[in-house]
């Protein structure tokens, strides 16, 4: 049992739980003991894919954090609140009408590097302490901006209902973009104010919707004992390095943490296979290649 179980993770769920169900179901189908780990947390109140490594594949788990995200959300014009979603209090309103065009016209200023101010509820850390604690505990929050990338940010639908504007996007972001943040800052641009009120990420790293399970499924598959026929391999949290084959003296030597020299390939990471069985992530480097992390299979 090494490799990724991807949850579609319910609304209401925060993704330390999500872990908590996998380590469950691991417990109940009697796999015996292994680590478990999410690869990218996801709010309470967002839903969709949140991978989770077992075993050899926790290794990877910080590789998937950098990765990445795909999510879709829905923005509320109007109102802003201090968490920048359904559940914060109202602390902005406003009567500007914002239409499907006008949501349209603006999203290309936000395609690209764009600086960003993270959210006060958010897992920050300032001085040592969480921001959303300092928020709660009724605290002037106040976040450095940072640098973050808007790989493609689409018009998907508009509505109005009950005298409020609604618009669903697609943003494709790099890690450490906040989408509360960015609707926030639609709506600004727009003369508005506006806060989430649905998040899903759809793809995370190499992970989509198409391999994401229910929780019902996964209780159901350990009662089953059946676990293994939704793991996915180690190797599909990598999917975008190239494999190299080894030989049994090569991956003898890698699997001592020595450097393989004289070896013809690009510069660059390759995921490192005897056989089928993975031996590492390694770094190829003027011809000669080194263990970036090691898999003990």
Request: glycine fraction near 10%; aromatic fraction near 6%.
């Amino acid at each position: 049992m090494h490799g990724w179980i991807i949850l579609d993770k319910p609304l209401g769920l925060g993704s330390t739980q999500g872990v908590s169900a996998v380590k469950r179901a691991l417990r109940d189908g009697k796999y015996g003991k292994f680590k478990v780990g999410h690869g990218g947390t996801l709010d309470p109140l967002a839903t969709g894919v949140l991978p989770v490594a077992i075993g050899e594949a926790t290794k990877l788990a910080g590789r998937m954090l950098d990765s990445d995200k795909v999510y879709d959300f829905t923005i509320c014009f109007g109102a802003e609140t201090d968490t920048l979603d359904l559940e914060g209090k109202v602390i902005a309103t406003s009567d500007v009408f914002v239409d499907g065009a006008d949501v349209e016209d603006v999203l290309a200023e936000f395609i690209g590097e764009i600086d960003q101010v993270p959210p006060a509820y958010s897992a920050l850390k300032i001085d040592g302490e969480r921001a959303y604690d300092l928020a709660r505990a009724g605290e002037e929050v106040t976040l450095a901006t940072r640098r973050v990338t808007i790989h493609d940010l689409r018009y998907v639908a508009w509505w109005a209902e009950e005298g409020k504007q609604f618009a669903t996007l697609r943003a494709h972001v790099s890690k450490g973009t906040y989408i509360r943040s960015l609707a926030r800052d639609i709506a600004r641009a727009l003369g508005s104010v506006g806060h989430v009120t649905m998040l899903r990420r759809v793809k995370a790293g190499p992970f989509t919707l198409d391999s994401a399970i229910s929780l019902d499924k996964l209780d159901e598959a350990a009662k089953g004992r059946s676990l293994e026929q939704l793991l996915l391999p180690l190797r599909a949290g990598l999917d975008d390095i190239p494999a190299l084959s080894l030989t049994p003296d090569q991956a003898g030597l890698l699997r001592q943490g020595q450097v393989l020299a004289g070896i013809a390939k690009e510069d660059g990471q390759y995921f490192a296979c005897l056989g089928d069985t993975p031996i590492a992530l390694v770094e190829a480097l003027s011809g000669q290649i080194r263990v970036v992390r090691g898999f003990n299979l």
